[in-house]
């Protein structure tokens, strides 16, 4: 075993301070959402009042119920397209050996470099033309669209690393293409799918331009976005916003907390390839 030295002791001591570097946003986002709207001065103050009229308020004044079923929807939905159409792209591009299909790779890859600024103007004139501008319709075909390099990325590489055996095996007692990656492949890619479900959830619901871009001044607003309507030019009820932003992030840590090892494994298998 190793034993422990001073310099294991430096290292714990430097990793602490790291980890509550870290958690200060969350103390100051916690504090805030439990403080009165005159006790807003310094954030790094501890709450001696604690109210949570302001998780009340901000649920009941911003119909914060149906923002976070909207944010929801879109999310969801989003997810399972992209997990579909990624997974079913990356499986010929993984098993297939002839030039067509490192070629093809390699131009998805390009979607990770351009910048989603240059389709921002043509892809909403788009939407437009096709009446989709204020439903939630035109923001699950945009984030199919534009999450699906990187995810078509990760189920690529982690199919590199998966043994062709199963495939065969099932090919010699009759199994399709399709068949066999429906009953044999897909379920050897949970961790990277538990990846992809986590990165693309985050992505999606904490999206604050798009929504506002494509959903603006429709009743159908996403979560981001309806927090933002406690801001204004004259008056910021910040105890409100913080609250909300409590309520909006509790989602995604619980989904997060319960997938961690599913996503920690997905990473290293991918880096492995």
Request: hydrophobic share 55%.
């Amino acid at each position: 075993m190793t034993k422990y030295t001073w310099r294991t002791f430096a290292l714990e001591v430097v990793m602490i301070m790291i980890g509550l570097i870290f958690l200060i946003p969350i103390y100051v986002l916690i504090n805030m959402s439990l403080k009165s709207p005159s006790d807003l001065s310094d954030p790094l103050t501890p709450v001696t009042h604690v109210t949570f009229q302001n998780y009340v308020n901000a649920w009941q004044e911003a119909d914060l119920a149906h923002a976070l079923g909207t944010s929801a929807v879109i999310t969801i939905s989003s997810v399972l397209i992209l997990v579909v159409i990624s997974s079913l792209a990356a499986y010929p591009l993984a098993r297939a050996t002839k030039r067509w299909s490192r070629v093809s790779f390699y131009v998805f890859l390009i979607g990770l470099l351009l910048p989603f600024q240059l389709a921002l103007i043509p892809l909403y004139v788009t939407m437009r033309d096709l009446g989709l501008l204020g439903n939630p319709i035109s923001l699950i075909i945009y984030y199919a669209g534009y999450q699906a390099p990187f995810s078509i990325f990760l189920y690529t590489s982690f199919l590199r690393v998966v043994p062709s055996d199963y495939e065969e095996a099932a090919a010699i007692d009759g199994c399709g293409p399709i068949r066999s990656f429906a009953l044999v492949v897909f379920p050897l890619l949970r961790p990277i799918t538990g990846t992809v479900v986590i990165l693309n959830v985050l992505h999606v619901w904490n999206d604050f331009f798009t929504p506002l871009l494509y959903l603006s001044g429709a009743p159908n607003m996403t979560i981001p976005v309806t927090i933002f309507s406690f801001v204004g030019q004259y008056v910021s009820q910040w105890n409100l916003v913080f609250a909300g932003l409590v309520i909006s992030i509790a989602p995604i840590l619980i989904i997060y907390f319960l997938m961690q090892r599913t996503v920690i494994k997905g990473f290293a298998s991918g880096l492995k390839g």
